[in-house]
């Protein structure tokens, strides 16, 4: 099993571009999390979705980040337009929900500077 | 929102000594995660222990529901254990795998 993958692991923008950050969850894991970690707030839930399905989104800071998740194996965390702000480390993880054991597993997290 | 408190902040240990990490929180969970982050930011699970006490090699963990707190414990540190401890916890009522970390325990062992 390959874990958790996130890509890219670090990725250098410019102000107002768009930045796409991915995840691959650990087969057969039915829950997905996309967290965001700074030195200020720590590590923050930003929204997460069972069974492909958005079930909560009320920590995504604001309208510029959006995330998708179209099939059991992918997803996406979106942020247009970036601002310097929103420079931190975007952490993936997975888990089976449902299941006796719900422990979380990360990815590696993609270091996101905003410039 | 629910409550994660974790001490101490900080701690400074010499190699092969035992600590206590501490997470107490403020209602009634049904999920208790702990995590180590280490020094290159990869964050690993150690235990998923909502109550009981669980061991792993030189790692044990304890959660006590009812009074609402865990323990960490770390025996014969080794430089390798080096790293950020997060206590995360998910509350009744919320889907029961989303979970809430504290501020964590940034923990030093040196050779």
């Known amino acids: 099993d390959a874990g958790v993958i996130q890509s890219p692991r670090h990725e250098v923008t410019e102000m107002g571009q768009e930045v796409t950050l991915r995840c691959k969850p650990i087969s057969g894991h039915n829950s997905l999390f996309w967290y965001r970690q700074t030195m200020m707030r720590g590590l923050e839930l930003l929204i997460y979705?069972?069974?492909?399905?958005?079930?909560?989104d009320s920590g995504m800071p604001e309208d510029r980040f959006s995330a998708k998740m179209p099939n059991a194996s992918f997803s996406t965390l979106k942020i247009q337009p970036s601002e310097p702000r929103d420079s931190a480390v975007y952490f993936c993880?997975?888990?089976?929900?449902?299941?006796?054991?719900?422990?979380?597993?990360f990815g590696s997290g993609t270091r996101l500077t905003v410039v | 929102g629910i409550q994660v408190e974790q001490s101490p902040p900080d701690l400074i240990l010499q190699e092969g000594a035992n600590s206590t990490l501490r997470c107490n929180f403020s209602d009634s969970v049904n999920n208790l995660q702990w995590f180590h982050q280490n020094p290159w930011g990869q964050l690993i699970n150690l235990f998923y222990i909502p109550s009981g006490t669980k061991q792993n090699g030189r790692l044990s963990a304890t959660t006590v529901a009812t009074e609402r707190y865990s323990l960490l414990y770390i025996s014969s540190s080794q430089t390798t254990d080096s790293g950020v401890y997060f206590c995360?916890?998910?509350?009744?009522?919320?889907?029961?795998?989303?979970?809430?970390f504290g501020t964590g325990t940034l923990l030093a062992v040196q050779p």
């Open positions: 995360a916890v998910g509350a009744p009522g919320g889907a029961t795998n989303k979970l809430i």
């Open positions: 979705f069972n069974n492909n399905v958005p079930i909560d």
């Open positions: 993880a997975s888990s089976v929900s449902g299941g006796i054991d719900y422990g979380y597993t």
